[in-house]
């Protein structure tokens, strides 16, 4: 099993930090789960009753100790993601960034935990990568928004410390139930632009890569960055994979007026080659996923979404206007 024995998720109650969890289970370990504490978090907390959970903020310096001090290694998932990361720009950094800053501090000063795995993105690389172009760690960073800049801002505090770490850049591994985000989520969409490449990864693989970055050999994984995403028959234009995915939930097939002929979305296909052969994480496909969402949005749900999607396109029609 290696020679950590209990680890800490911090965002263990998000989408991917559930898949982590289960990863890490199956393999053994002891785990500590951080998340705030709220209603939701609590009610995640349950189904898994053989983890330890601390509820705290990334923000306070004492509940990362908490779960520090009992930990061999961290794995970091938490972030404001976008769209919500560029409505407030001093919250995104000091939860994306001195929130990590603080697990680095906190880790320097444990004698047992050591090895930091760190969930960046993609999106480091900034817009208009072209179709065919693979990203690799070596790709040059540029920064487009809060987001991708706060992100680049860890990796640097990370690669610059005194642990022991390892980087995932995450392609796109979206959430098993979108109907559930609010409207502002899907505004966000219609931003994207019509020949953006988009690489999906099943948010069960982000989990497994991550629960494997923290669990192998430190001399396969230390000081190294990953390009984490489904490989070379998972890559598509965000025209089609976005509609794809709205036609699963209900929503319908979006017009391509609505979407931006310019390049908008951040990141792109990335060389996974080395992140497979480390990891082995690469297990399901866009397609299972397809089948995954729609189990998990539920029949009804997806009926419900089909009767007011005439009323979400046509608000999403003004959007996509203002914003082109």
């Not at 939860?95 to 603080?102: H, R, S």
Request: proline letters at 5%.
């Amino acid at each position: 099993m290696g020679e950590k024995k209990t680890i800490l998720v911090a965002g263990a109650a998000g989408n991917i930090g559930q898949y982590t969890l289960e990863a890490l289970a199956k393999q053994g370990y002891s785990l500590i789960g951080f998340d705030l504490d709220n209603k939701r978090n609590r009610g995640i907390a349950k189904k898994f009753p053989d983890v330890e959970w601390i509820f705290g903020d990334i923000r306070n310096a004492r509940d990362v100790e908490k779960g520090v001090s009992k930990a061999d290694a961290v794995i970091n998932l938490i972030a404001i993601l976008p769209p919500h990361s560029e409505m407030n720009g001093l919250r995104t950094n000091a939860v994306n960034v001195d929130g990590v800053k603080t697990i680095i501090e906190k880790m320097e000063q444990s004698k047992r935990c050591k090895h930091l795995v760190f969930t960046s993105s993609a999106a480091v690389h900034g817009v208009g990568i072209p179709l065919n172009t693979l990203l690799t760690p070596n790709s040059p960073y540029n920064l487009e928004d809060y987001y991708s800049d706060t992100k680049a801002k860890a990796e640097q505090l990370i690669m610059k410390s005194n642990i022991n770490w390892t980087i995932l850049r995450l392609t796109a591994a979206p959430n098993l139930d979108p109907t559930a985000k609010e409207l502002e989520d899907l505004e966000f969409i219609v931003n994207i632009g019509l020949n953006d490449p988009v690489e999906f990864c099943h948010p069960k693989d982000v989990g497994l890569a991550l629960a494997n970055a923290a669990t192998k050999p430190l001399s396969q994984v230390n000081k190294q960055i990953f390009m984490i995403g489904g490989g070379s028959n998972e890559q598509y234009t965000a025209y089609d994979f976005v509609t794809t995915i709205l036609k699963n939930t209900g929503v319908g097939k979006l017009p391509k007026s609505m979407f931006s002929t310019e390049p908008q979305f951040p990141g792109g296909w990335v060389d996974t080659a080395h992140s497979q052969e480390v990891l082995q994480y690469q297990r399901h496909t866009f397609k299972e996923y397809l089948k995954d969402l729609r189990d998990e949005v539920g029949f009804s749900k997806r009926m419900m979404t089909s009767v007011f999607s005439p009323l979400i396109q046509r608000h999403l029609k003004k959007v996509a206007k203002a914003a082109h």
